[in-house]
């Protein structure tokens, strides 16, 4: 479609959407102001730099081959770069504490510092964007038996503390630098696979360990902390210290964030109602946009129902402000830099939609006792043109329309990828 054609398509699409009360002008204006934050791992299957050859373990899988994974932080910049190109808006990167660049010598956990991160905070200066930070406490040989800050040796839960200071530290400074407060958000493999009796101590233990890691000094302007649940893990199928419950009650009384993560939970439960009811009690939330079949498996994130409920929460409850939003899958089957860019650009998509709700007038029907009113209109307007207003938004920020990305993404693949 021609630029004439696509300005005509949203003329029409705009008269549309002021029949229902809709601004999308002002629609597109918001959602050009909502970071979703990119994460480092789908583009090298979650191996990292501190020792890429070991493998994965603590519970954390990448399945499938394709060809073209990044080997090198150089090569996952350009690949992200590569991405953020086909993605309209300015978003923002996440990293793991094992995408460290130290150079010759290595550095153990509980020592890394920012300079071990100085070419992504430069990189991130660059590009005009925030970079947010997670702490790595799986694929290490003392998290080999599944324990980490729940460890009952206190050598070993000593180092794992260490390092989340460690990591707390490097995220103010990353914020600092980039004058963007960065995310740092804290997950633990640690669990039992099976029947467990002792349900109690590793909280216990969780807790203390926690509650040493957030004492360290840190500015926290630039350093904003969350703490993640999951419902069970490779390894973990039986018991997590970690859980839900647990993590819910530790963010509302030591006010750090909240993280939920779309996959973590049972598979009848839906993350949407979860949202306005832990913002009643915790300051905010960091949502980990995934999509799980069956059990979280992270898959690529696509425009789905799950995920349009997740955006109309936000949007209806006025919590785009109080909600960071980052993405977590990891598929090595097909080709990464799509994988990120199919992704990111269904999340906005998802945001989009909800922008263009009219959800004044549903609003009115609903608290007027109108549910006949309210659904009928929650029909009809799913079939209002919200792709010529996003195919527009694409045009009007100089990024490919439609499935134009792609493919740009296999010439990419064909001149850089297929080469390593």
Request: hydrophobic letters at 40%.
């Amino acid at each position: 479609m021609n630029n004439s054609n696509l300005e005509k398509s949203y003329a029409l699409a705009k008269e549309r959407y002021a029949a229902w009360g809709v601004d999308t002008d002002a629609a597109l204006e918001r959602l050009l102001q909502i970071p979703v934050s990119i994460h480092c791992w789908q583009g090298d299957d979650v191996s990292g730099f501190e020792n890429p050859e070991a493998g994965l373990s603590g519970g954390i899988l990448a399945t499938g081959n394709y060809p073209g994974r990044a080997r090198t932080a150089d090569e996952l910049r350009a690949d992200a770069a590569q991405a953020m190109r086909m993605i309209p808006g300015r978003h923002r990167f996440s990293i793991h504490a094992i995408y460290l660049e130290p150079g010759a010598q290595r550095v153990e956990r509980d020592q890394i510092e920012a300079k071990h991160f100085s070419h992504w905070i430069d990189w991130a200066g660059e590009l005009g964007i925030g970079l947010d930070f997670n702490s790595t406490f799986f694929s290490h040989p003392k998290a080999a038996d599944g324990f980490t800050l729940c460890h009952r040796d206190p050598a070993i839960r000593r180092f794992w503390i260490d390092h989340g200071i460690a990591c707390r530290k490097i995220g103010a400074e990353i914020g600092k630098r980039l004058d963007n407060p960065c995310v740092h958000n804290l997950w633990i493999p640690d669990g039992m696979k099976d029947l467990t009796i002792d349900r109690k101590g590793p909280r216990e233990l969780l807790k203390d360990s926690l509650d040493q890691i957030l004492a360290a000094p840190v500015d926290r302007r630039w350093n904003l902390d969350s703490v993640e649940s999951k419902l069970f893990g490779i390894g973990s199928e039986t018991y997590v210290p970690g859980s839900h419950e647990f993590y819910l009650g530790y963010a509302a009384k030591n006010g750090t964030l909240l993280t939920l993560d779309a996959g973590h939970f049972h598979p009848t439960e839906t993350l949407t109602d979860k949202i306005s009811a832990c913002l009643c009690f915790v300051e905010g939330i960091l949502l980990h946009v995934s999509r799980g079949i069956r059990w979280d498996s992270d898959h690529v994130v696509i425009l789905n129902d799950d995920l349009r409920a997740i955006a109309e929460e936000l949007v209806r409850s006025a919590y785009l402000d109080r909600v960071h939003l980052g993405l977590d899958y990891f598929d090595a089957s097909i080709n990464r830099v799509a994988a990120w860019t199919i992704g990111v650009r269904s999340t906005l998509r998802a945001l989009l939609l909800a922008l263009v709700e009219p959800t004044a007038k549903l609003r009115e029907a609903e608290i007027r006792g109108d549910y006949t009113a309210r659904l009928a209109m929650l029909e009809e307007i799913k079939t209002l043109p919200s792709g010529a207003v996003w195919d527009y938004y694409c045009f009007r920020h100089d990024v490919p329309v439609g499935l134009a990305w792609l493919e740009e993404v296999k010439q990419y693949e064909k001149d850089v990828l297929a080469k390593r």
